[in-house]
């Protein structure tokens, strides 16, 4: 248990569902991110939020929808995916936005969704 | 802009062996360095980091990594790999455009008995 927890750890979807993937950290962290992580490349950032703020849309399709209610929760909504957008989706937190800096991030476990 | 390099996407080494997993960086400004582990199934777990302290950095598991600004390189050794060290291996520096860490590619580390 890293203190950042990701819900569901696997997830299979149609390419018409719509799902959520939820992240929740108590570590007092204000800063919040998605990364998705496929095979054989380098990890890609998401989205960022910084309390409760975001502050980065990595050029992102619209079908990825984030939602940060509080500075301990973060969601990642998905409609009509694509099968190419299967991979393991990472929650990351870190103490302010220039946390990474000095202490690094805490991941969760990862979500790994399968589009069919 | 920022950029890592991890040369080498899968090293394999025997039990008892020396570990070296190669990281080069590229950064305009003096940088922030880390090395991240990967279990199977899992997130990524902090090994260890240099934040412009001492030059050599021990982490955890008997890991330790050397900056060494002329050769832009921060490697990872292990004098004696164990077969729990089979993992992924994740070199990242400071910098990104939102204060975001930009990881390299990874490298697999097996460890054959």
Redo the contacts between chains.
Sequence with gaps: E?G?T?TP?HLVMGMTNKKSLKCEQHLGHN?M?WYKQSA????E?MF?YNFKEQ??NNSVPSRFSPECPNSSHLFLHLHTLQPEDSALY?C?SSQG??????????????T?LTVV | AQSVTQLGSHVSVSEGALVLLRCNYSSSVPPYLFWYVQYPNQGLQLLLKYTSAATLVKGINGFEAEFKKSETSFHLTKPSAHMSDAAEYFCAVSGGSQGNLIFGKGTKLSVKP
Excluded at chain 1, 97 to 108: K, S
Aim: net charge positive.
């Design positions: 890293t950042v990701q750890r800063a991110y054989k490349k380098p990890l950032l960022v502050t980065e990472l990351a936005i220039l946390g990474p800096f000095n202490y690094g991030y805490t991941f969760g476990s990862g790994r």
